[in-house]
């Protein structure tokens, strides 16, 4: 069955735990600073929470209960590459968005890696052809 998203009529492509760090706000960069997060992948945004959700899992996709993301970016024109050049980290992707804000996103599982990669690629060509 499909998550039930409440307020929101944009279904989640996927979720996950994933260790995250900002490297550029706005063009600028910025000192790294590596945090686990809960990543909720959904409509044309990528959301980062700080904590995973308490609740069943099928009810609780966005996060806790009622909380809003700690942070959350337009994918709409975004660029995916690999990491690897940006960190000694494994399994590291690189996300940076049309107002250029940058992101590393990594997990020691390299399949749940990759299938964030796969996830996030399609997202990304969807909204480019919209
Ligand atoms: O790309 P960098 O600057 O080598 O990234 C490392 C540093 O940000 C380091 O922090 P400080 O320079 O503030 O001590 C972090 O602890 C490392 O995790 C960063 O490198 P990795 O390779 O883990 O992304």
């Given at each position: ?49 700080r ?55 990594q ?24």
């Amino acid at each position: 069955p499909l998550p039930q998203v409440l307020d929101d009529p944009h279904e989640v492509e996927k979720s996950g735990q994933l260790n995250v760090t900002k490297i550029a706000q706005g063009g600028r960069k910025l000192r790294k600073n590596w945090c686990p997060s809960w990543v909720v992948l959904a409509g044309n945004s990528l959301m980062f929470y700080r904590e995973p959700p308490r609740a069943a899992p099928s009810s609780a996709v966005w996060g806790p209960a009622g909380s809003r993301p700690e942070s959350s970016v337009d994918l709409r024109g975004a660029a995916l590459a690999h990491g690897r050049h940006l960190s000694s980290r494994r399994n590291v992707l690189h996300i940076r968005t049309v107002p250029g804000h940058e992101f590393l996103l990594q997990s020691d599982l390299e399949a749940e890696l990759r299938a964030w990669h796969h996830a996030l690629r399609a997202v990304i060509e969807r909204l480019d052809r919209e």
